[in-house]
């Protein structure tokens, strides 16, 4: 019998604020089992002597792992376009061999995807939670993004979730 091997997910610092501040951190585990986050995105989440929404939640879960990323050469090489959370989240799921990089951030996927890595956003954790009955709609999660976490989404990207998530309405 073949074992399935499990799957490693990293986490830049946006997805954990993100679905934090809109009620919805628990997704992750439901998701995932286990979140991996690189020590720059643990110091993102407690920075300035503010703890931004999603830190306590972090602090508090035995599922998520922090790592220091090993690469250094290749951190400093992603900080020339990239914040220390998202270098260290490439550089962490690459040192990991991660199934998957959970990151929002336009350039930092764009970098993610050429370096090989698969590259999902809180959008599209939304959308598999609802593909897996974790959530019955994704629309009232999209509103709350933009609503309560100030989280930008574009209107393309918001009506392209609503189709893959089968909830556009019909203009008719």
Same mark, same amino acid.
């Given at each position: 019998?073949?074992?399935?091997?499990a799957?490693i997910v990293?986490?830049?610092?946006?997805?954990l604020?993100?679905?934090a501040?809109?009620g919805q951190?628990d997704l992750l585990r439901?998701l995932y089992?286990?979140?991996h986050?690189a020590?720059?995105?643990?110091n993102?989440?407690n920075a300035?002597g503010?703890?931004?929404?999603?830190?306590e939640n972090v602090a508090a879960?035995?599922? $998520?792992r922090?790592?220091?990323?090993q690469?250094?050469a290749?951190?400093?090489?992603l900080r +020339?376009?990239l914040d220390?959370?998202e270098?260290?989240?490439?550089?962490?799921?690459?040192?990991?061999?991660?199934?998957?990089?959970?990151?929002?951030?336009k350039?930092?996927?764009?970098?993610?995807?050429?370096l090989g890595? +698969?590259v999902?956003g809180v959008?599209?954790?939304?959308?598999?939670?609802?593909?897996k009955?974790? $959530?019955?709609? $994704?629309?009232?999660h999209?509103?709350?993004?933009?609503?309560?976490a100030?989280f930008?989404?574009?209107e393309?990207?918001?009506?392209?979730?609503?189709v893959?998530?089968?909830e +556009?309405e019909?203009?008719e």
């Open positions: 019998m073949t074992k399935v091997a799957m990293v986490s830049d610092t946006s997805p604020t993100n679905l501040a809109i951190f439901y089992t286990e979140i986050i020590d720059g995105v643990w993102e989440l300035r503010k703890r931004w929404p999603g830190a879960a035995k599922w $998520v922090r790592h220091a990323a690469n250094k290749l951190v400093m090489a +020339r376009d220390q959370g270098a260290e989240s490439i550089a962490l799921a690459l040192e990991l061999d991660a199934t998957l990089l959970l990151l929002d951030e350039e930092g996927r764009h970098i993610a995807e050429r890595l +698969r999902v959008v599209g954790v939304l959308l598999e939670a609802k593909a009955g974790l $959530v019955d709609r $994704v629309r009232p999209l509103d709350a993004l933009r609503q309560t100030g930008f989404l574009g393309s990207v918001y009506q392209s979730a609503l893959l998530a089968n +556009r019909r203009s």
